[in-house]
C-alpha cells in the first residue's frame, strides 16, 4: 500500500472558542512519571469537564444530521429493563462460570469475549467500581463502512455497533442477574466508570497501536468494546502479544493519514506507563468536525478484511525467529 499524506487540517477559529485554558493532554496526564487513576475529559455526562462545552457542541452538531440522530438517539440498545438479581445463587466453579459465560456472550452479538480482574486504576477519578470481575466484549465493524471515513457512514458504522456491543453487555448482565449474581452492563460511546481499552489489553484483545486502539489478531482495530462488571467468581484470560507493536513502530499509514497530525510517531510516557499516544488537543476538533473520524483505525493494515490473522502469525515467526537468534548470540559468546 502506498503512503497517503492527507492535507493538515487547519482548526476554525468558532471551534477553538470551545477549547478550555487547560490542554487535554496535561488532563490525560501526558508526561506524568506516576501511575495514577484516568481524569474524566470527553464521553461523559453530569460531571465538570475541562471539554464539556466542546462534548455538548458535538452533541448538538450530531443530533443536526438526521440519519446520525437516529442510530444515536433511537438506536436499538438492548434491553431496557434491569433484571433484579435471583434470590437464589446457583453454584459453580469458576472455571464453568467464564466458559457459560463466553458462551452465552458469543451466542447474544458479541465476537470478543474477555475477562479480567478489575484493577482499581482502571477507574476514572469520581467513580466507583468495587466489583472484582470485569467482562470485555468485543463486536466486529463492517469495514466497507469504516473504509469511508470520515464520512459519515463510518461515523453512523461506530454508533451502530456501540449499541450493538451495549445489548450485547446488557443481556449478558440480565442473565449473570438470573444465576444470583451482580452485574452492571455498560457500552458506548458515553464513557462508564472503567476504562476499557487498558482493561480489554489485560482480557487478551491484543495490542495497543500507534493509532491509540487496540489491535486484535483476527479482526485488527475494527472493532468496538463494553464491558459487564459483576461479582461472579471467574478465571481471568491473559494478554495477547503477538508482533503488532513492533509492526506499529515502523508503519506510518495512520500517522500520514492524520490530518490534525495527532499521532506521536514514537511511545509517550502517560501517567507512568510508556505507550502509544494520541495527542488529543490536535485529535478532538477534528474528531468533532467530522462526528468522529476514524480515519486512522480505516487505514491501519490489520484492519483490513482477511489481513489480521496471517500477519499475526507473520510478526509472531519473525520474533520467534528474532529470539533464537538472540540465544544463540547469547550462547555463543558465553
Given amino acids: ?49 475541562p471539554f464539556a462545552r466542546l462534548q455538548q457542541a458535538l452533541f448538538e452538531r450530531m443530533d443536526s444530521d438526521p440519519r446520525l440522530k437516529a442510530v ?35 451466542a447474544h452479538e458479541a465476537d470478543l469475549v474477555g475477562i479480567v480482574r478489575l484493577d482499581p486504576l482502571w477507574v476514572y477519578d469520581r467513580y466507583e467500581a468495587t466489583e472484582p470481575w470485569l467482562i470485555v466484549l468485543g463486536v466486529a465493524m463492517d469495514y466497507d463502512h469504516l473504509s469511508t471515513a470520515p464520512a459519515i457512514a463510518a461515523g453512523i458504522e461506530v454508533m451502530e455497533k456501540y449499541n450493538r456491543g451495549t445489548r450485547a453487555a446488557r443481556k449478558l448482565a440480565n442473565w449473570i442477574h438470573a444465576q444470583g449474581y ?3 452492563a455498560h457500552g458506548g460511546p458515553l464513557a462508564g466508570p472503567v476504562s476499557l481499552v487498558p482493561a480489554a489489553l489485560a482480557a487478551g484483545f491484543g495490542e495497543l497501536g500507534k493509532h491509540g486502539s487496540i489491535i486484535n489478531r483476527e479482526l485488527g482495530s475494527s472493532f468496538r468494546l463494553a464491558a459487564v462488571r459483576t461479582d461472579m467468581p471467574l478465571v481471568v484470560d491473559q494478554p495477547d502479544m503477538f508482533g503488532a ?37 490536535k485529535c478532538i ?21 482477511g489481513v489480521a490473522k496471517n500477519l499475526a502469525q507473520k510478526m509472531t515467526r ?17
Fill in 318 to 334: 519473525r520474533a520467534i525467529r528474532r529470539n533464537s537468534g538472540l540465544m544463540e548470540t547469547s550462547e555463543t559468546a558465553g
Fill in 182 to 184: 451482580h452485574a452492571d
Fill in 285 to 305: 476538533g477534528y474528531f468533532h468536525e467530522t462526528y468522529g473520524c476514524a480515519i486512522c483505525i480505516a487505514v491501519c493494515p490489520w484492519s483490513r478484511p
Fill in 1 to 49: 500500500m502506498g503512503v497517503v499524506k492527507r492535507a493538515l487540517y487547519r482548526m476554525p477559529e468558532a471551534l477553538g472558542r470551545l477549547f478550555p485554558s487547560v490542554s487535554g493532554n496535561t488532563v490525560n496526564g501526558l508526561g506524568e512519571p506516576r501511575r495514577r487513576r484516568p481524569s474524566p475529559i470527553f464521553w461523559h455526562m453530569n460531571l465538570e469537564m
Fill in 72 to 106: 444515536l438517539r433511537r438506536g436499538d440498545r438492548g434491553p431496557t429493563k434491569r433484571e433484579p438479581v435471583a434470590p437464589v445463587v446457583v453454584e459453580n466453579t469458576a472455571q464453568a462460570w467464564s466458559a457459560k459465560v463466553k458462551e452465552f456472550a458469543r
Fill in 245 to 281: 507493536d513492533d509492526f506499529c513502530t515502523s508503519c506510518q499509514l495512520c500517522t500520514n493519514a492524520c490530518p490534525p497530525q495527532a499521532i506521536f510517531e514514537d511511545k509517550q510516557v502517560v501517567r507512568g506507563d510508556q505507550k502509544w499516544y494520541v495527542d488529543f488537543d
